[in-house]
């Protein structure tokens, strides 16, 4: 049975960006979600958690529309854009028409070269996505998420694949970004350290169900209150 998908485009900000309800998916006999609920609400950053193997990536697919044999109900307010773990560029194409991808609306080529400011790589445009180290793809890859101005971004982890000092480098990029745009996010991580630095709430994911859905304290610095703090990070 597919998912059912209702809602439509709304400006409305009070309502979730999305709704999931009795989210089910099994590959052949084995179950990996057994009855997902979640909501995600404007401007809101989740972090999603959960060993290897427990449906992470499965539950971000469902999200994205991306998943037809799932069952349950997806309810969508407002645009989305994923982005994963490997920066999925077209390596035939030269970064600007990378983002700019089937971007419609004027203005196409200004919105491409902002969304690419943003990220550090205004002077890029022209490069082609092997002349790109890890880093900077995975940055086109967050401007092309970004030059749609989705109301939620699906992110499955992002970060993972760069190494540690990149990896700080987007996350405060990251916090920067969302204090910039107010998107909502659903981040799939195993980094829990990321998880609180970036997220208002972490869910965890095990046995094919929701088992924690508790916020980030906010005494907590977060990337987003404050962009450039941390030792390190005041030199990124
Ligand atoms: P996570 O992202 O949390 O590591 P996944 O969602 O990728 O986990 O996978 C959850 C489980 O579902 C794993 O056991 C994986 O092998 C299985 N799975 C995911 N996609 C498929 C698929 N297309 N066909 C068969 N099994 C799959
Ligand atoms: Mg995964």
């Known amino acids: 049975m597919a998912t059912r998908t209702t809602g439509t485009l709304s400006t409305a900000t009070t309502r979730p960006v999305v709704t999931a309800r009795e989210v089910r998916r099994s590959f052949g006999g084995t179950v990996v979600l057994d009855d997902v609920d979640l909501a995600i609400d ?16 499965t539950l971000l697919r469902i999200l994205a529309g991306l998943d037809p044999d799932a069952s349950g109900e997806i309810s969508r307010m407002g645009s989305q854009a994923v982005v994963f773990q490997e920066h999925r560029l077209l390596p035939w194409k030269r970064v600007a028409d990378n983002v700019s991808l089937g971007v419609t609306g004027g203005g196409v080529r200004e919105r491409v070269a902002a969304a690419l400011a943003e990220v550090g790589l205004a002077d890029r445009g022209r490069s082609w996505p092997a002349e790109l180290s890890g880093g900077q793809a995975q ?14 971004l699906l992110l499955d982890e992002p970060f ?25 996010a659903l981040l799939v991580t195993h980094d829990v350290d990321e998880a609180l630095l970036l997220a208002d709430r972490t869910l965890v994911l095990d046995g094919g169900r929701i088992v924690e859905n508790a916020p980030v304290p906010l005494t907590r610095p977060r990337a987003a209150d404050d962009p450039g703090f941390g030792p390190v990070r005041r030199h990124l």
């Open 42 to 57: 404007p401007g809101e950053v989740v972090a999603l958690l959960g060993g290897s193997g427990s449906g992470k990536s």
């Open 139 to 152: 940055r086109v890859a967050v401007a092309r998420a970004l030059v749609r101005e989705p109301a939620l």
């Open 160 to 184: 993972g694949a760069l190494d540690a000092l990149t990896r700080l480098k987007m996350q405060t990029l990251f916090g920067r970004l969302r204090a910039e745009h107010n998107f909502a």
